[in-house]
């Protein structure tokens, strides 16, 4: 039997399981890392899932409500797929998403310009994406965020 996919028009349902998920993410002390483990794909991927950005595979979906003890509905819920974005309208007021507000403020005309100039005219995708988090040591004392964006570049096509 084939099961159909199902897709969420309004973010509030996911959203209300993100807050019951990381709760339940609090009260156990798991990391990120542990629940990704669980489910089987990377931390950024399996965060943005329960965080309501993604939907799941049921295996994956089963894995993480069972270690975060959530219910059959989560399940459920987390194998949908999402009305995406995370950040309402307007300018962030979150200190750490602000930040990457105001490097693409500064950076986002030069992104586009070196990105059109190596590709020409298309998108990055943020579908077809990683997305990775490093801590490093900085030479100059203290500590430095890499952070890879690596997403799969989409041509538009006249039509």
């Known amino acids: 039997m084939v099961h159909a996919q199902h897709a ?16 339940a993410k609090t009260r156990k002390d798991l990391s990120w890392q542990q629940i990704s483990d669980a489910a089987g794909f990377s931390v950024a991927f399996v965060t943005a899932a329960v965080l ?23 399940v459920m819920l987390l194998q949908t797929i999402p009305t995406r974005g995370s950040i309402p309208g307007g300018i962030p007021t979150d200190p750490t998403i602000y930040r990457f507000y105001e490097m693409l403020q500064v950076y ?4 586009k310009a070196l990105v059109h100039e190596q590709f020409g005219d298309g998108i990055i995708s943020a579908i077809n994406f990683r997305l990775d988090v490093k801590k490093v040591s900085d030479p100059e004392g203290g500590e430095r965020a890499v ?11 006249p039509f």
Do not use: C, M
Request: glycine share 8%; proline share 4%; charged share 20%.
């Open 8 to 23: 969420q028009f309004d973010n509030t349902a996911r959203q209300q399981l993100a807050i019951t998920a990381v709760e």
């Open 52 to 74: 309501g950005q993604h939907a799941l595979p049921k295996a994956s979906a089963e894995a993480v409500a069972e270690l975060l003890g959530l219910d059959e509905d989560a």
């Open 108 to 111: 986002g005309t030069t992104l």
């Open 147 to 157: 952070i890879t964006l690596d997403g799969k570049y989409l041509p538009t096509k």
